[in-house]
């Protein structure tokens, strides 16, 4: 229970630091002590920063702003020693300020030094590029996984640090169950995460993601293809069809679980049908059924 109250005081302090780095230099509402210039060659990137995507397009249009207003938001950095470079800092939030200010050509930029540790620093980047909504969705379901794997967070206790529910949590790490090829057209836009998910469960995701992209299908109609079993063949046929509360009751279940739920009545009782695809997704659905 310590614990949990502990998280739930840390979520509230990195809100409040959120909205602290969201406050441009000039318009901050009292002087922070530790805000100053830094030579740009002192800062670091943060190799655990969970964004790893940055648009060539838009760094040149942040960099061409820069150039004639200068860098209006400073960034957040912590202090370190011995990082390559000889760098004194390095970056937990504003890497992508910090690379468009080297193609404006600055010498140096507005900072927020924070001594704050790797677990702190991972969530604080984690929450400021999830509420500016510049991560794709695998990148956020890697940041979860490592705070999870990395920090021992449970998904409830995730949720209430990074300020989303339980649910938006479970069904972001579901991405990570998709073959990489599907990771990788999330991650490039041309697949959603509303998308990708109804693949999570699907016989050949790979295929169907194509065909997704390709047609250009709604989220309903991924899901209607994603049910069907690879070859086509109905396994439906002979069966009566389900009503409307039944199949919503599958996707509720398979949405919770991140397995394909299906749910066969019968003149009494009935069946429960969890699909898996490997040992490692078997491991996990028994670790899901076990806890308390």
Not at 193 to 211: M, Y
Request: hydrophobic content about 40%.
């Amino acid at each position: 229970m310590a614990d949990d109250r502990s998280d739930r005081r840390l979520g509230r302090g990195l809100a409040a630091l959120i909205g602290e780095m969201d406050q441009p230099v000039q318009a901050a509402a009292a002087p922070v002590a530790s805000d100053r210039s830094v030579p740009i060659e002192m800062i670091a990137r943060n190799p655990n920063n969970p964004r790893r995507t940055f648009s060539d397009d838009e760094l040149d249009d942040l960099a061409r702003s820069m150039r004639d207003h200068g860098v209006i938001q400073p960034i957040v950095v912590r202090p370190v020693a011995g990082t390559g470079g000889g760098a004194s800092h390095e970056i937990i939030a504003g890497e992508r300020r910090w690379r468009a200010a080297q193609r404006a050509g600055l010498t140096e930029v507005p900072v927020i030094v924070r001594e704050v540790d790797d677990r702190s620093a991972l969530e604080l980047a984690i929450v400021e590029n999830v509420q500016r909504s510049d991560l794709n969705p695998i990148e956020e379901a890697l940041g979860y996984r490592q705070l999870m794997d990395d920090h021992g967070y449970g998904q409830s206790d995730l949720g209430d640090v990074i300020g989303k529910s339980r649910s938006h949590v479970a069904n972001t790490l579901r991405l990570l169950k998709l073959p990489d090829s599907v990771q990788a057209m999330v991650s490039a836009g041309d697949l959603s995460a509303g998308h990708a998910r109804t693949l999570v469960t699907a016989d050949d995701p790979a295929a169907i993601a194509r065909k997704i992209v390709a047609e250009g299908l709604s989220v309903r109609q991924a899901e209607t293809l994603a049910q069907k079993p690879v070859g086509g063949d109905d396994r439906s046929i002979g069966k009566p069809a389900k009503d409307t509360d039944l199949v919503a009751l599958e996707k509720t279940l398979s949405d919770a679980s991140g397995y394909r739920v299906e749910i066969q009545p019968k003149a009494k009782g009935g069946e429960v049908r969890i699909a898996y695809q490997s040992l490692e997704q078997l491991d996990d659905l028994c670790r899901l059924l076990q806890r308390q």
